[in-house]
């Protein structure tokens, strides 16, 4: 029996997104949250690589694409932090355990554990049963949303970040850890906004210029109104279309809302482009998903 059905392929493709229940057991969960305990426990982060990660327009530029660290992080595993985590020495002034907003981008390619889930039978088997011939992975990240001071994701599209020609080729897979929910920070749709193109483009500028990403296009702003709550329960996965528009909100509850989240990429008859923030390189090609 396929994990997805045809009613959630005919739901995925009317709303741009849907909900699955049990792609993972609890345990793997927990499995996967001590192994990133373990990664954070032991990270050795350098001092100018303390940046902030925002998706407020002008913090994207100042903060993200801008510092080589995060713009080369696409065949590396980074971490990056929420706001006012550390002192003006660059000291934490939380936990070590709870500054931390990210870590990506490779995690699919370097860690056993995250390496197995992205490849699982079930992922696999999502892939077929939405036709893809020849997806790859673009990307992966361990999104914290801690608790308390988990930042809000303003209304974007993925295909902002990772754009290809033509559109409709990339979907993300967002695993909860942990149950997601209104209080904890879970995802908000607009149902069938992937049918609209997309609203602007980040961008590499020309090289040996500054700042080292730019935006093409403003993002509009969207009726609160047509946002719909995706809550979804520890395991279980959100397939997001690359043009669908999503938020979340802060997390201001007490518990966290962490997720491991994965972008692939229909490579069939697709051009990835020279110009996105994140390229494959020597070392890490975009790996193919499928294993046999």
């Not at 959630?8 to 990133?36: A, H, I, N």
């Not at 409709?168 to 967002?174: D, E, I, N, S, Y």
């Not at 920070?185 to 049918?195: T, Y």
């Not at 999503?246 to 994965?262: G, I, K, L, M, P």
Request: glycine fraction near 8%.
């Amino acid at each position: 029996m396929d994990f997805m059905t045809d009613q959630d392929v005919q739901k995925y493709k009317q709303d741009g997104y849907v909900v699955l229940d049990g792609l993972l057991t609890p345990q793997e969960c927990d499995e996967l949250r001590q192994r990133m305990a373990e990664i954070v426990d032991r990270m050795d982060v350098p001092d100018h690589c303390r940046t902030t990660f925002s998706t407020y327009h002008d913090e994207q530029l100042k903060k993200q694409g801008n510092a080589d660290y995060f713009i080369t992080s696409g065949d590396k595993i980074r971490f990056f932090f929420e706001k006012g985590v550390f002192d003006d020495k660059g000291e934490f002034i939380v936990p070590k355990q709870q500054s931390l907003n990210k870590v990506g981008h490779a995690l699919h390619a370097y860690e056993a554990l995250y390496k197995k889930v992205t490849h699982s039978p079930k992922v696999q088997g999502i892939a077929k049963k939405l036709g893809l011939v020849n997806p790859v992975i673009l990307q992966s990240m361990y999104i914290f949303k801690q608790p308390g001071i988990g930042g809000e994701v303003t209304p974007h599209q993925d295909a902002t970040f990772l754009y290809t020609e033509p559109l409709g080729r990339v979907m993300g897979l967002w695993i909860a850890l942990e149950d997601a929910t209104v209080n904890n920070g879970c995802l908000w749709f607009i149902p069938g906004s992937q049918s609209s193109g997309i609203s602007r483009r980040m961008v590499r500028t020309p090289k040996g210029s500054f700042p080292l990403t730019d935006f093409i296009g403003r993002e509009p702003t969207y009726d609160e109104d047509k946002f719909v709550a995706a809550p979804v329960k520890k395991g279980g996965v959100v397939l997001i279309h690359g043009e669908v528009v999503h938020r979340s909100a802060e997390n201001t509850s007490e518990d966290s809302r962490h997720v491991y989240t994965f972008h692939i990429m229909e490579a069939l008859d697709t051009r990835w482009s020279p110009d996105n923030w994140l390229q494959p390189t020597e070392e890490l090609p975009f790996p193919p998903l499928y294993t046999k």
